[in-house]
T-cell receptor, first 114, second 110 residues
Framework: SQTIHQWPATLVQPVGSPLSLECTVE??????LYWYRQAAGRGLQLLFY??????ISSEVPQNLSASRPQDRQFILSSKKLLLSDSGFYLC?????????????FGPGTRLTVL | DAKTTQPNSMESNEEEPVHLPCNHS???????IHWYRQLPSQGPEYVIH???SNVNNRMASLAIAEDRKSSTLILHRATLRDAAVYYC???????????FGKGTSLLVTP
């Protein structure tokens, strides 16, 4: 069966510090991978998605970036965190088909920027 | 992507049916209607999806209006564990991404 892992589970970082969040998927090949963010009291915002190694689509311009160095690894990064980057970050995967019906979400990383 | 409109919140009694509405008047012919739910402090989970016909699965039923401009997610017997935010999302069959709105926060009371 497929599983999705995210780490760390929680993170407290000062403003201006770098960020690296990692997401890995097991039990599947060529998945589509996604990063979402949920600010406090708000809905989920799609940040990035990837349909293959090295292929990244950005939905919202900001100081975050994403990379996919391996088929089942998706990394979210920032060089300098802002207070507004605080939130609940969720990674998701879906079968590698444009018409796939279901996305599977990881447990999330709760980021607090102070 | 076409937009959906849902009530901000709804309340239900335990073991009663719940009907969660969603309006999507600008839906296109290739848009599928998806429902996800998010329990507190967790990632969303898939509930059900459909195109034109009503759909049933172990979690819920989806009733789609004949003109497809609205749909209703039906939980047949609400339990306390069904308290969550329910999202109605339109997704093109050729698309990759889900665009979540604010959803409906469902409160289930004993």
């Amino acid at each position: 069966s497929q599983t999705i892992h995210q780490w760390p589970a929680t993170l407290v970082q000062p403003v201006g510090s770098p960020l690296s969040l990692e997401c890995t998927v097991e039990g599947t090949s060529n998945p589509n991978l996604y990063w979402y963010r949920q600010a406090a009291g708000r809905g989920l915002q799609l940040l990035f998605y990837s349909v293959g190694i090295g292929q990244i689509s950005s939905e919202v311009p900001q100081n975050l970036s994403a990379s996919r160095p391996q088929d089942r690894q998706f990394i979210l990064s920032s060089k300098k965190l802002l207070l507004s980057d605080s939130g609940f970050y969720l990674c998701a995967w879906a079968p590698g088909l444009a018409g796939s019906t279901e996305q599977f979400f990881g447990p999330g990383t709760r980021l607090t920027v102070l | 992507d076409a937009k959906t409109t849902q009530p901000n919140s709804m309340e239900s009694n335990e073991e009663e049916p719940v009907h969660l509405p969603c309006n999507h008047s600008t839906i296109s012919g290739t848009d599928y209607i998806h429902w996800y739910r998010q329990l507190p402090s967790q990632g969303p989970e898939y509930v059900i999806h459909g195109l034109t016909s009503n759909v049933n699965n172990r979690m819920a039923s989806l009733a789609i209006a004949e003109d497809r401009k609205s749909s209703t997610l039906i939980l047949h017997r609400a339990t306390l564990r069904d308290a969550a935010v329910y999202y109605c999302i339109l997704k093109r069959n050729s698309g990759y991404a889900l665009n979540f709105g604010k959803g409906t926060s469902l409160l289930v009371t004993p």
